[in-house]
């Protein structure tokens, strides 16, 4: 069956370090993939997603590119801030479902 | 508007008490889902309507009832719920034909004591 597997955490880093995110998956098909988003006390936002292979999502500084070849869909982001500190679930989803696969989530924490 | 509005925020109950959660959306989206998730994990998939119909049931246990009174409205109705059951509780919704966008809620937490 389908699954993400996702580096865990916590990942602990200075403001303005570089940020990677490591997510790998598993799945029959074409699916879609994305990076999720969730600050304490609330739900999850979509941060970025990709649709087909080779395809590279980015919002507000993070990007991720659709690997085919190696099943991957890491998340970067250049210079990290104190409040991007959250915790950051990759997932898949399968057209013609309603079904996410999260992966188990990475919880960030940015020192200033 | 593009919220999912859940009330309420905190809900602590008795395993004997009935409860309901409601979600509340009016950005013409036509699925709803719940989501349940405990603390450092990711959510899982409860149930999901689609068009005001029950289209999935993950085998969820009976003490939690689902309700899509109408197109903008969902509910989750608790009863003799046990203390394994405390988690924090998502709603979302996807857009017709965008059900891999989803929108979620803040989330209701609930203590089962």
């Known amino acids: 069956g389908n699954s993400v597997t996702q580096m865990e955490g916590p990942v602990t880093l200075s403001e303005e370090a570089f940020l990677t995110i490591n997510c790998t998956y598993t799945a029959t098909g074409y699916p879609s993939l994305f990076w999720y988003v969730q600050y304490p006390g609330e739900g999850l936002q979509l941060l970025l997603k990709?649709?087909?292979?080779?395809d590279k999502g980015s919002n507000k500084g993070f990007e991720a590119t659709y690997r085919k070849e190696t099943t991957s869909f890491h998340l970067e982001k250049g210079s990290v801030q104190v409040s991007d500190s959250a915790v950051y679930f990759c997932?898949?989803?399968?057209?013609?479902?309603?079904?996410?696969?999260f992966g188990t989530g990475t919880r960030l924490k940015v020192l200033a | 508007d593009t919220e999912v509005t859940q009330t309420p925020k905190h809900l602590v109950m008795g395993m004997t008490n009935k409860k309901s959660l409601k979600c509340e959306q009016h950005m013409g989206h036509r699925a709803m889902y719940w989501y349940k998730q405990k603390a450092k994990k990711p959510p899982e998939l409860m149930f999901v309507?689609?068009?005001?119909?029950?289209?999935i049931n993950e085998s969820v246990p009976s003490r939690f009832s689902p309700e899509c009174p109408n197109s903008s409205l969902l509910n989750l109705h608790l009863h003799a719920l046990q203390p394994e059951d405390s988690a924090l509780y998502l709603c979302a919704s996807s857009p017709p034909g965008r059900n891999e966008k989803l929108f979620f809620g803040s989330g209701t937490q609930l203590s089962v004591l």
């Open positions: 990709a649709t087909k292979a080779d």
């Open positions: 997932a898949l989803y399968t057209s013609g479902t309603y079904k996410y696969i």
């Open positions: 309507y689609s068009y005001e119909k029950l289209s």
